[in-house]
């Protein structure tokens, strides 16, 4: 009987003690808790730069998208030549902003490269990187951030001549060019605006631009009257700007790609006059 009564008492006691440990182990409401889950960090310019060098390039059209700092979606399109990567071979980089930036977010806008920067451009065997706006302005904070950060990791992981980087627009595109030759001529070697409208500018006194300026306007732009960017371009050029302007007889604003001819003799200045 005492071994008995010693074994009930045992077993009260592991059951109190399992009961206790259940007890202790539960939340407010009775809930088991749950393990603790680390929490992810935020997101790093080496997860970009990462996932940047993950991309499978490829000769000719890659329609990509890459997750930035602030976890937004940029999207591009990069025109590859045929490079050998494991070579020194390294290629001008164009950069080619889109018109009507601000008309609405288009997942294809930045896909608009065959019938004018890839015409134009084709003499230079150049990687071509056209950006989507997201639906604003080229000189944007968000977009400046974008265009920097795109010619940084193309520089960086992609075969770039540094020395031969270019900012090419239209319209908006043209603008965003004017931009960005203007603020960021440590990145950019040349400009080259097309059916753009910038005023340069200031109490009727023009302001130098720091790079050599290819400008492109048709002379029936209704949008962008010829007669402005002229006046703009001139009073630059008087404080010491170098700037070239092309007017293209009887083209209009809305008609891309019937100036890819012009293009082409912009590419032949960069290597004769900008590169040489």
Known sequence: RQNKSIMKNQNFVLIWCFFLFTLLSCNKSGVFDEPDIAEPGPRTYENVQEDFENIDFK????DVQLEN???DIWKFRVVMPD???TNNNKRPLIIT???CASCGISPDSHKFTECLAEVGFESLDAIILSPNSNG???PTIENNEQVKTLVDLASTFLPVDTNKIVIHGYSDGGNGSWFF???????????IPMASQYNTTNSGVGRQIPIPV?????????????ENVENWVNASIDSGSD???????????????????YLQDAADWLVNHVWN
Do not use: R
């Not at 000769?59 to 890659?62: F, P, S, V």
């Not at 492109?216 to 962008?224: K, N, S, T, V, Y």
């Open 59 to 62: 000769t000719g059209h890659n």
């Open 69 to 71: 700092l602030e976890n």
């Open 83 to 85: 490079v050998d990567f």
């Open 97 to 99: 902003l889109h018109g």
């Open 136 to 138: 604003k302005l080229w």
């Open 181 to 191: 030759a203007e603020t960021q001529s440590n990145i950019f070697s040349a400009s």
């Open 214 to 226: 290819y400008v492109i306007h048709g002379q029936e732009d209704a949008l962008f009257p010829v």
């Open 243 to 261: 700037i070239t302007m092309v007017i293209a007889p009887d083209l209009t604003h809305n008609e891309p790609c019937e100036y890819a001819f």
